[in-house]
């Protein structure tokens, strides 16, 4: 079997420069004819959330993967929404998965517990496990922080093909080499967040290159003026540096000995994070809505053979008819006949 891998963008908040280091550049990097790309909203519905704030910030994602690199002609694209096979399968592994796996999940732990949470937090792993069993996904790369995800995906998949028959493709976790954690800018101890967006700490993807300047030469440094790559010691330069690094493909601790002081320094860092950020912003721009629209509704056409399938076979193993009543959402009234094509990122 080849290996396939899936990637999802929850729109909860604007995209940052973490999300593109940490995932987007790597996705772009490593797309083919096996990779599933998708935004997931449905997964934003786990939390309050503003209806047409969701739908901007979906079509956002949207676009501003297509501008980072992301090519429709070489991967699946779609909204998740958009494929009713998701929440299909959702249930259906609802009915394979147990209370007590779903609730010690450490996000559940961490967000959720009292009266008012909604149930989809606490069930929502199981989703993103229909997310990755949909489309027979081999690897999917993932933090350290969401690797217990993965588990949970090939426990239920495992169990289910022991029950009823080789119907899963068990997926395994995949790390990348360097991990790319951005900590904010304001807070050198946290991660940074596109969901803390009133902080001056988060650089945006779509920041004007004048705030992403102001926001970098605010940055919080440490006691002292010695420009040392020192994690753990002096995590605020530390953190220039790694940005710094990772925006040009150097080493954190030998640029550090080319800098006597920090003023020079954040103004190096924010070049880098404008040249890197500029191409993808003018890429955005040229970008329109119905543009966006067809690219994710010819996806999710793609992408619907191979999950009503999946589908299809789950539906026959448990004792049901076979047949889904699935499909994609065909592509809105006035697209252009040909999607565009989003050159990789310079």
């Known amino acids: 079997m080849p290996t396939r891998r899936i990637s999802g963008f929850k729109p909860t908040g604007p995209l940052q420069l973490g999300n593109y280091l940490g995932a987007i550049r790597p996705t772009v990097q490593g797309q083919g004819e096996e990779t599933v790309v998708f935004v997931a909203d449905l997964h934003a519905l786990t939390v309050p959330h503003d209806p047409e704030r969701l739908r901007d910030l979906t079509r956002q994602v949207a676009g501003l993967l297509l501008a980072a690199g992301v090519d429709p002609d070489r991967t699946v694209l779609y909204r998740q929404s958009d494929l009713p096979a998701h929440a299909e399968l959702h249930y259906l592994l609802e009915c394979s998965a147990s209370y007590g796996e779903v609730h010690r999940m450490i996000q559940f732990k961490e967000k959720g517990g009292g009266s008012g949470t909604r149930l989809s937090l606490l069930t929502y792993p199981v989703l993103m496990a229909a997310d990755i069993l949909l489309h027979d996904i081999t690897d999917v790369p993932v933090g350290r922080d969401q690797r217990q995800h993965v588990e949970l995906t090939r426990d239920l998949a495992l169990r289910f093909?022991?029950?009823?028959?080789?119907?899963?493709?068990?997926?395994?976790?995949?790390?990348?080499?360097?991990?790319?954690?951005?900590?904010?800018?304001?807070?050198?101890?946290?991660?940074?967040?596109?969901?803390?967006?009133?902080?001056?700490?988060?650089?945006?993807l779509l920041d004007p290159p004048d705030v992403l300047r102001r926001k970098i030469m605010r940055a919080v440094t440490d006691a002292g003026t010695d420009v040392v790559y020192d994690p753990a010691?002096?995590?605020?330069?530390s953190n220039l540096l790694d940005l710094l690094a990772t925006c040009t493909a150097q080493d954190p601790a030998r640029i550090a000995a080319d800098y006597t002081g920090y003023g020079r320094l954040k103004s190096d860092v924010a070049d880098a994070v404008i040249a890197l950020l500029e191409p993808i912003q003018q890429r955005y721009d040229d970008l329109g809505d119905a543009d966006i629209e067809h690219v994710l509704a010819r996806g999710a056409e793609r992408a619907a053979d191979h999950a009503d399938a999946t589908v299809r076979r789950v539906r026959a193993a448990m004792g049901l008819a076979g047949r889904a009543a699935t499909s994609a959402r065909p592509a809105p009234a006035g697209s252009p006949g040909k999607p565009p094509t989003a050159p990789a990122p310079r």
């Open 233 to 237: 010691g002096k995590p605020g330069v």
């Open 161 to 204: 093909n022991e029950r009823h028959g080789p119907v899963f493709t068990v997926p395994r976790a995949v790390h990348p080499q360097v991990a790319a954690r951005v900590a904010d800018l304001a807070d050198p101890a946290a991660k940074m967040g596109k969901t803390n967006a009133a902080t001056n700490g988060v650089l945006f």
